[in-house]
């Protein structure tokens, strides 16, 4: 049986003039506090994780551990900063990101990389305010991606660099109408199953 292709865009319509283009202050402040809320998260997760070997290892005398403000801020920055290095170096685009469709890319449009990727990563972490700068700059390119040599663009559908338009749409291997079955452009009701006795 020999199959069809058909290509449907994943992207709206709406939306296809702006891929490639600087994404806004806007949509970088809102993927970055999605990151900030799992990065919350992840911390949270590891607290809970360490609380619970400290209970299995000391049972009845078992206290939640406290946690100084300075350690759980230490915490938190080095998983965000991890978080955003790995996230960026290995697909461009962190959780967040992806949600509202920008990607982190060098001036070539190519993922950035490691050493890049974590001097952003502790700009921004460090740093958060001086995003705003991409509402001034001309480019809408934050000092962190100044400093690094890199731009956050629209992508929604993951393009890298030489890759056409079409890399936004989606192709589906279709099987063709069965030749003994008249298509009426009717379906059939299925059988019921679930009558009373």
């Known amino acids: 049986m020999t199959t069809g292709r058909v290509r449907f865009d994943t992207v709206p319509a709406e939306a296809r003039a702006f891929n490639g283009r600087p994404a806004g202050v806007v949509t970088r402040t809102v993927a970055s506090v999605l990151d900030l809320a799992l990065t919350v998260l992840l911390v949270a997760g590891g607290y809970l994780a360490i609380s619970g070997v400290w209970f299995l290892r000391r049972g009845a005398d078992f206290h939640f551990p406290v946690v100084s403000f300075p350690v759980a801020y230490a915490a938190g920055f080095v998983t965000l900063v991890a978080y955003f290095t790995v996230c960026w170096a290995v697909g461009g685009r962190t959780y967040g990101d992806r949600v509202l469709g920008v990607r982190v890319c060098t001036l070539d449009d190519l993922d950035p990389s490691i050493a890049r990727s974590f001097i952003r990563a502790v700009l921004c972490a460090a740093f958060p305010l001086l995003l705003v700068w991409a509402a001034v700059d001309g480019k809408q390119r934050s000092v962190q991606d100044l400093v ?50």
């Open 148 to 197: 690094v040599r890199t731009r956050v663009v629209y992508d929604w559908g993951g393009t890298k660099s030489g890759a056409s338009d079409d890399a936004i749409g989606m192709a589906v291997d279709v099987a063709p109408a069965v030749p003994h079955e008249p298509d009426d452009g009717h379906a059939e009701p299925l059988p019921r199953f679930d009558r009373e006795r």
